[in-house]
């Protein structure tokens, strides 16, 4: 059990109260019609979360992941589905931060950083689910750059995002994260899914009709994907299972069933 520093205690306590006071009206929406809400994402940008654990040299507040995650339990505590709403949009500004050239950092990354709009984590496919050994879409090289055709499937946010970081396997056997603008010719999106809960990122389907993706929107080496995917997926596992489990902690008291979670884990190791 991680024990909070006096200062992180106090922010998360400032965050639970602010989440209250700028979120708590759109909570009742929110969990009834399991739909994105603008208003929600303008009220988390207004409160700084995506820029909260980037570095101040590219336009973030420089706070840790740590305090990212003790954000993301604080809003949970008003709503599990508001929490949610930052993880992807931040995850791919880290690995554009991580992976991306200068020229890709200072192109994507300030749009990320102010929350404009959501960015999607476009990994999972219809019949594969998320195991990277049976990724389907294919990317085929064409002039300088690339042609993206395939499926996926329960993408959070694919019909709000501007831009959508995309895995698909490329003909040497590797895959490639690239970075797809949502107004290009070929993307298109479904309807989203039913959900009981935590329907406020609209999860739908993505299709790629031959998307053309450019040699700058590629994020990294085009055979190395799943080795940037594998950086930053581990971390943020760990905020999409805070923002439920704090939710429990407004119905059930601290030692309850409902508060006892085993540590998490991912591709087999805990994290």
Known sequence: ??????????????????????????????????????????????????????????????????????????????????????????????????????????????????????????FTEPQTGSDPRQLTTAARREGDGWRLHGQKLFISYARQAALALVFARTPAGGVGAFVVHTDQEGWSTGEPFELLALGGGEPAPIFLDDVFVPDTDVLGDPESGFEVMLSASGRFNVTVRTGPSASTKRVSPVGSPFNAHAAPASFGSAL
């Not at 929600?40 to 590219?58: G, H, K, N, Y």
């Open 1 to 122: 059990m991680t024990v909070l520093s006096a200062e992180l205690s106090e922010f998360a306590d400032t965050i639970r109260s602010r989440a209250d006071a700028r979120i708590g009206s759109y909570v009742d929406c929110l969990d009834r019609q399991q739909r994105f809400s603008p208003q929600v994402w303008r009220e988390l940008a207004d409160m700084e979360m995506f820029s909260l654990c980037v570095p101040v040299e590219v336009g973030g507040l420089g706070g840790s992941f740590l305090a990212f995650a003790v954000a993301t339990e604080a809003i949970a505590r008003t709503s599990a589905a508001a929490a949610l709403y930052p993880g992807t949009t931040v995850q791919v500004a880290t690995l554009i931060l991580h992976h991306g050239t200068p020229e890709q950092i200072e192109r994507w990354l300030p749009a990320l950083v102010r929350g404009d709009s959501p960015a999607a984590w476009a």
